[in-house]
């Protein structure tokens, strides 16, 4: 039987890794980044066939404490406190927001323009609303649109009810809302943005309590204190140049030593990866190469790197994600328990989210696939040495979309933000 408070006594226990002469610390109140909601609507009041409709009382009445009930942030374009060209906050907040509802009473142009923009950029969760009575132009008449009434409080409280409910169910499902997203098979990239700040997410297993599998922010380069560190490599075993933008390349330059000069006068890692390959010029997919750390050891605290063959390079296409991408977090996982290894004492690892990178793979896909072969992994294996499992989610893309995929996995316990 599950010791619920013992979960969360765990919770509730601050993990603190080193961080130069600073701590970072998992707390309940890292669980999660808030969910956001843009709200696309007219301002003020409107004359809208005759009848004058205040959509600030709209706004303040129904939709923004429907919304915060459910501990989204909501936001309307007036309400961006930032400097710049106001369209390209616009932009971004269609883009990056997990939720928009949409009040298309007025039949507003500049409304359907945002509309649009949301479809076409994000394939859900967009919600519409109208004022009871108002007519469904021709283009969206086959969509879901709730009516509101702001006559008594009943009747707000009925529209609450139904917007909650739409919102509930369509974070749950993620299903498709969008009709471009439904007829194009399109995939929209934005200009990612890196999390500066180093920040642990955790989850507890259920069936396993000391385990754990968590989420780190930021750049690598700032991760102290995790016993192994995955290098996502190619079946070929060939690291990245020192100034290639890949893990590859960072564990290699971060593990080679420097002169004074930080010039590399000795390639500790890259060669000793050379060493265990010799004569042999590739390796199976999801093959896993352990060599020692170089100078990661003593400036990160790191004691293994394990390389693993997740990509294949093609003449002429560059390097692709192997078939199997949870065989590679498995394989990892259970090096780990390699009998030649006791003596390191290991207990955490650090993977990249392997293929979404330099292997293009879609970030979603690829980060459930390896997220569920860890947990997995773990349940079926309680004595594996390892503790503590890491994902590197260095964008807050891949942080939003990894925390979802948390929120959906019953194995785990989802600390409450």
Same mark, same amino acid.
């Given at each position: 039987?599950?010791?619920?408070? @013992?979960?969360?006594? $765990?919770?509730?226990?601050?993990?603190?890794?080193?961080?130069?002469?600073? +701590?970072?610390?998992?707390?309940?109140?890292?669980?999660?980044?808030?969910?956001?909601?843009?709200?696309?609507?007219?301002?003020?009041?409107?004359?809208?066939?005759?009848?004058?409709? $205040?959509?600030?009382?709209?706004?303040?009445?129904?939709?923004?404490?429907?919304?915060? #009930?459910?501990?989204?942030?909501?936001?309307?374009? /007036?309400?961006?406190?930032?400097?710049?060209?106001?369209?390209? &906050?616009?932009?971004?907040?269609?883009?990056?927001?997990?939720?928009?509802? =949409? /009040?298309?009473?007025?039949?507003?142009?500049?409304?359907?323009?945002?509309?649009?923009?949301?479809?076409?950029? =994000?394939?859900?969760?967009?919600?519409?609303?109208? +004022?009871?009575?108002?007519?469904?132009?021709?283009?969206?008449?086959?969509?879901?649109?709730?009516?509101? $009434?702001? #006559?008594?409080?009943?009747?707000?409280?009925?529209?609450?009810?139904?917007?909650?409910?739409?919102?509930?169910?369509? %974070?749950?499902?993620?299903?498709?809302?969008?009709?471009?997203?439904?007829?194009?098979?399109?995939?929209?990239?934005?200009?990612?943005?890196?999390?500066?700040?180093?920040?642990?997410?955790?989850?507890?297993?259920?069936?396993?309590?000391? &385990?754990? =599998?968590? %989420?780190?922010?930021?750049?690598?380069?700032?991760?102290?204190?995790? /016993?192994?560190?995955?290098?996502?490599?190619?079946?070929?075993?060939?690291? @990245?140049?020192?100034?290639?933008?890949?893990?590859?390349?960072?564990?290699?330059?971060?593990g080679a030593k420097k002169s004074k000069t930080k010039q590399v006068v000795e390639d500790t890692i890259a060669n000793e990866l050379l060493d265990v390959m010799a004569q042999d010029t590739h390796v199976p997919p999801g093959t896993v190469i352990v060599t020692g750390a170089g100078e990661l050891e003593r400036t990160h605290q790191v004691k293994k790197i394990f390389h693993v063959a997740s990509v294949i390079g093609q003449m002429g296409k560059g390097y692709t994600p192997v078939c199997d991408l949870g065989i590679c977090v498995r394989n990892?996982?259970?090096?780990? /328990?390699?009998?030649?290894?006791?003596?390191?004492?290991?207990?955490?690892?650090?993977?990249?989210?392997?293929?979404?990178?330099?292997?293009?793979?879609?970030?979603?896909?690829?980060?459930?696939? %390896?997220?569920?072969?860890?947990?997995?992994?773990?349940?079926?294996?309680?004595?594996?040495?390892? $503790?503590? =499992?890491?994902?590197?989610?260095?964008?807050?893309?891949?942080?939003?979309?990894?925390?979802?995929?948390?929120?959906?996995?019953?194995?785990?316990?989802?600390?409450?933000?």
């Amino acid at each position: 039987m599950v010791d619920e408070k @013992a979960i969360a006594t $765990d919770r509730l226990s601050s993990m603190q890794i080193q961080k130069g002469e600073s +701590k970072w610390v998992t707390s309940p109140n890292l669980t999660r980044t808030p969910k956001k909601c843009f709200v696309i609507m007219p301002f003020g009041k409107k004359d809208v066939e005759g009848e004058l409709i $205040d959509f600030d009382e709209i706004y303040r009445r129904l939709i923004k404490p429907t919304v915060e #009930a459910l501990n989204i942030t909501c936001v309307r374009c /007036d309400e961006i406190a930032e400097s710049g060209w106001i369209h390209s &906050k616009m932009f971004e907040h269609i883009y990056e927001s997990e939720l928009a509802v =949409v /009040d298309i009473t007025s039949l507003n142009p500049n409304v359907f323009y945002e509309l649009g923009v949301r479809h076409a950029l =994000v394939k859900a969760v967009t919600v519409l609303i109208r +004022k009871k009575g108002t007519a469904l132009p021709y283009n969206i008449q086959a969509f879901q649109a709730i009516e509101y $009434d702001l #006559a008594t409080e009943s009747t707000i409280e009925e529209a609450q009810e139904k917007i909650t409910a739409l919102i509930q169910n369509g %974070l749950r499902s993620q299903k498709n809302d969008s009709p471009v997203h439904e007829v194009l098979d399109i995939v929209i990239e934005g200009k990612e943005k890196i999390i500066s700040k180093t920040e642990v997410f955790s989850y507890n297993l259920y069936k396993t309590r000391q &385990k754990k =599998v968590c %989420l780190i922010t930021g750049d690598i380069q700032n991760v102290k204190g995790v /016993d192994v560190w995955v290098n996502s490599e190619n079946t070929n075993m060939q690291m @990245a140049r020192y100034h290639d933008r890949s893990i590859s390349s960072i564990i290699r330059y971060l593990g080679a030593k420097k002169s004074k000069t930080k010039q590399v006068v000795e390639d500790t890692i890259a060669n000793e990866l050379l060493d265990v390959m010799a004569q042999d010029t590739h390796v199976p997919p999801g093959t896993v190469i352990v060599t020692g750390a170089g100078e990661l050891e003593r400036t990160h605290q790191v004691k293994k790197i394990f390389h693993v063959a997740s990509v294949i390079g093609q003449m002429g296409k560059g390097y692709t994600p192997v078939c199997d991408l949870g065989i590679c977090v498995r394989n990892a996982l259970s090096e780990a /328990d390699n009998p030649e290894l006791e003596e390191a004492q290991l207990r955490s690892i650090l993977f990249p989210l392997f293929g979404t990178g330099g292997g293009r793979g879609n970030l979603e896909e690829k980060s459930k696939e %390896l997220i569920h072969a860890a947990i997995h992994y773990l349940e079926e294996n309680p004595q594996a040495i390892l $503790d503590e =499992v890491y994902f590197l989610a260095s964008t807050r893309k891949a942080l939003k979309i990894c925390q979802h995929i948390f929120e959906g996995i019953s194995e785990v316990v989802v600390p409450v933000s």
